[in-house]
């Protein structure tokens, strides 16, 4: 009898449970749906009151637009390459100096603009505003481009500039001459029409950022740091307007990058006795190091996805996803480590979610029949927003709904050496950064409201987030100048256009540009504004 009672009170108390667990189950089924269905949108100050800047507008006609584009073409018919940081073309350069001053004459020759050449090659202009009070910034954009040769199968000789069914073919018309000559287009129209800014603001073109800018975004920065400046933000290359790219994505997003991920190259090396290749060892110093590289590409570092600025990302983004992804990408606080499984499946979104590793260059051997003494692999890292290069513990937090998230993580140096886990393998830091401080988008940002403004007006229908660039820019050596750093270029970027960026055929529409010289165009009225309008929270609306 005793045990039968027991029986069933165990299958009361099962019961109960079950029900307990359902009744839970369904109250955070609801949770979960409700926050979709009912997700607030209404982000930012599009529908606040602005103050009114009696903004100039542009017309392009026949003649201009012919003009634009003329010159557009030629910048890129200047092959501006840089090789290494020792290896760049300065005839190039010295050439594209002389261009500049050639095909916006007022520029050079206002009394308002103040043009300084910096480090032989790099250029900073100063704009004077009307009402030195308010805090100056500065847009930049580079010179110089990555190498291209024909012979790997361009449609256009890479620096023909030749067009082809309305876009414009050649290195640099993304990578980063259309930002370049797009600004210093706008500000030749501005200038034409007699605009004098409020707010004075910076122009800097630096001629080494795809070797790292060392000599040229760095002494323009130490100029500034010389004159005192502090800048109310930057905005510089990086992210772009994405048409058909985020998968279930309901129209375009622009992005505007928030921050960056840090770098570092790392040198591994095995080092044994040489010998004749007709008495080999058991192992050769190929072969160890083959064995520890194949063990870094098996196991890749830790998943952080939620843990860095591309949650912000996906928050912002998720009213306009359809379902089921709307569900997932609204209720990140439940769904993040789904949604990270499912990002790392791809090379393009698995940089969004961890540190990468990428064995870029592998050198052995100097002879066919014998066994090399020394055998040495590079590593490319890009290091995730929770992540540290070199700290023992790193502490980083990134702000979400008025709650700080702090993950702790072992550094990435100390992550290599366990997963190659060969004392014969020696690892050499040969240099690198951590990732780039994240900068605001709250409705007091003004670098982030203005971009964003700005965008809206050029293109209604696109809906904006912040995001993470994957690569580096120059803009990461302004981090001591200001604290609100942002990475964007109008350029419409459709399914595999990015592998474009130091690939092969880079192109831009002829369309896009023109859009781009409007942007920026706006984009320095619109920074006359001096003060944003009050938070409104009712009227949020992105």
Not at 63 to 79: A, G, V, Y
Request: net charge neutral.
């Amino acid at each position: 009898m005793k045990g039968t009672d027991t029986k069933n009170g165990i299958l009361r108390f099962l019961k109960c449970l079950s029900i307990s667990v359902a009744v839970v189950v369904l109250v955070l089924f609801s949770v979960v749906l409700l926050r979709a269905l009912s997700l607030d949108v209404h982000v930012g100050l599009k529908v606040a009151r602005w103050e009114q800047t009696r903004n100039l507008s542009l017309n392009i006609d026949h003649s201009r637009r012919t003009e634009l584009l003329d010159h557009f073409k030629e910048s890129i018919r200047i092959p501006t390459v840089s090789y290494s940081e020792t290896d760049i073309n300065t005839t190039a350069l010295l050439q594209f100096h002389r261009f500049l001053r050639r095909v916006f004459p007022t520029v050079f020759s206002s009394s308002l603009v103040h043009h300084e050449v910096v480090a032989n090659y790099s250029h900073l202009f100063w704009v004077q505003g009307s009402q030195p009070e308010l805090m100056p910034y500065i847009l930049l954009a580079h010179i110089d481009v990555v190498p291209a040769s024909e012979s790997d199968g361009w449609d256009a000789p890479p620096f023909s500039a030749r067009e082809i069914d309305g876009f414009i073919y050649g290195r640099g018309t993304l990578d980063d001459k259309a930002s370049l000559m797009g600004t210093l287009q706008a500000l030749e129209y501005l200038l034409i029409e007699g605009y004098k800014p409020r707010r004075g603001f910076y122009i800097g073109l630096g001629h080494d950022e795809e070797v790292s800018g060392l000599n040229g975004a760095m002494n323009i920065v130490r100029l500034l740091k010389e004159r005192n400046v502090q800048l109310l933000f930057v905005l510089d290359e990086g992210l772009a307007v994405l048409d058909g790219v985020i998968s279930g994505l309901k129209g375009p997003a622009a992005l505007i990058g928030i921050s960056e991920k840090g770098a570092a190259t790392v040198k591994l090396s095995v080092s044994a006795p040489p010998g004749h290749s007709s008495m080999p060892p058991r192992e050769t110093s190929i072969g160890i190091l083959a064995a520890a590289v194949k063990r870094l590409e098996d196991n890749p570092m830790p998943r952080f996805f939620g843990y860095g600025p591309e949650r912000e990302t996906f928050e912002h983004l998720a009213h306009q996803f359809q379902m089921p992804i709307k569900l997932v990408a609204s209720n990140l606080w439940l769904f993040s480590p789904m949604l990270g499984r499912v990002l790392e499946r791809k090379s393009d979104t698995n940089a969004l979610v961890r540190t990468t590793t990428a064995v870029t260059m592998f050198n052995a051997g100097i002879k066919r029949n014998v066994i090399p003494s020394l055998a040495e692999a590079y590593v490319n890292l890009r290091i995730h927003s929770a992540h540290s290069l070199q700290e023992a513990s790193s502490a980083r937090f990134c702000f979400h709904q008025n709650m700080f998230v702090k993950s702790f993580t072992s550094q990435v140096l100390d992550q290599i050496e366990a997963t190659v886990g060969d004392d014969r393998v020696k690892m050499e830091l040969l240099d690198g950064f951590d990732p780039l401080p994240v900068s605001s988008i709250e409705e007091r940002s003004f670098g982030f409201q203005i971009i964003k403004k700005t965008v809206l007006e050029l293109f209604p229908t696109v809906t904006v987030a912040p995001g993470v660039c994957v690569g580096n820019t120059d803009s990461r050596h302004f981090k001591d100048l200001t604290r609100d750093i942002y990475r964007f270029i109008p350029l419409w970027f459709k399914p595999g256009d990015s592998k474009r960026f130091h690939g092969v055929n880079e192109r831009l529409s002829k369309k896009n540009f023109e859009e781009i010289v409007h942007f920026y165009f706006s984009l320095i009225q619109n920074c006359d504004t001096r003060k944003l309008p009050e938070p409104h929270s009712s009227l949020h609306e992105f």
